[in-house]
């Protein structure tokens, strides 16, 4: 959904697809989202519910990874209970011999990282983002004190801003298995996260909690607020565990924060 094209891994799935063609039996292609290292992501309508959905489609090479697909339908099903207002709803994983995708809320807006971006200094004004913060945290609240359930990837590409102001965080819930995926495609060893984003703990392999959230909530809005996340070059995962990051007001002077 975010529109952010990263790979080629995708493209095997865009090529098999064309505005209008049905799908599962339900739903008709309309346009082209985006795509990136998870894979391409379609607009579509249910015409079954008769709404708009965004469908997003496991790259081609993963379509018949038992485990995968089985990890995808377990996380698919808990994500089902997620309904607060600033969280992408889950609805469906549907998947056949050919192909495979979630079907999810469609949020008619950019993530945070585009809407960055567009900006001329790459940057957002405190002001800005402090309503936008409020909603994410009361998100975080709803999923980890309500729902349990963490995220495990947060960062502004999975952040959208819809026409009417409002938050959704996307992913919630498949961000492991999304991230296996990608891991699998780039013959990295899976470690659940975006590493800038991700907290110490996540870097070493141990089991998820929402601490690493929090840690990445703070990375994200250190990223929006100065243009890059903490550390950004060199060795990432050595630094994250070894140096204090920066203060914000070394990378831009009108913070003004200690």
């Known amino acids: 959904m975010s529109g952010e094209r990263t790979g080629s891994a995708s493209e095997v799935t865009q090529r098999e697809f064309a505005i209008g063609q049905r799908l599962f039996g339900r739903y008709t292609l309309v346009d082209i989202l985006g795509q990136g290292g998870m894979g391409v992501v379609w607009l579509a309508r249910d015409e079954e519910l008769d709404r708009d959905v965004a469908l997003k489609f496991l790259p081609q090479p993963l379509v018949h990874d038992g485990a995968l697909l089985n990890d995808l ?4 099903r808990r994500s089902l209970e997620l309904t607060h207002k600033n969280i992408v709803r889950i609805y469906d994983f549907e998947h056949d011999e050919r192909m495979a995708c979630i079907s999810m809320e469609y949020v008619d807006g950019q993530t945070l990282s585009n809407l960055r971006g567009e ?36 960062k502004p590409a999975n952040l959208m801003v819809n026409r009417r102001g409002e938050l959704k965080v996307s992913d919630f819930g498949i961000a492991r298995s999304l ?11 899976g470690r659940s996260g975006t590493l800038v984003y991700m907290s110490p703990q996540q870097l ?9 959230d ?7 809005l250190y990223d929006l ?6 550390f950004y070059s060199g060795n990432i995962d050595r630094q994250i565990h ?15 924060i200690e």
């Open 179 to 189: 991230s296996d995926t990608v891991s699998r495609l780039t013959a990295e060893q």
């Open 204 to 212: 070493e392999g141990k089991r998820g909690t929402h601490l690493d």
């Open 73 to 76: 339908k377990r996380e698919t």
């Open 214 to 220: 929090i840690y990445s909530l703070g990375a994200t």
């Open 119 to 154: 900006k001329e200094q790459k940057v957002f004004e405190p002001s800005e983002l402090a309503p936008l913060t409020a909603q994410l945290c009361e998100a975080l609240d709803y999923a980890h004190n309500y729902a349990r359930v963490i995220h495990r990837d947060l």
């Open 242 to 256: 070894e140096r204090v990051p920066p203060s914000m007001t070394e990378r831009r002077k009108d913070l003004n």
């Open 225 to 230: 607020l100065t243009s890059k996340p903490p």
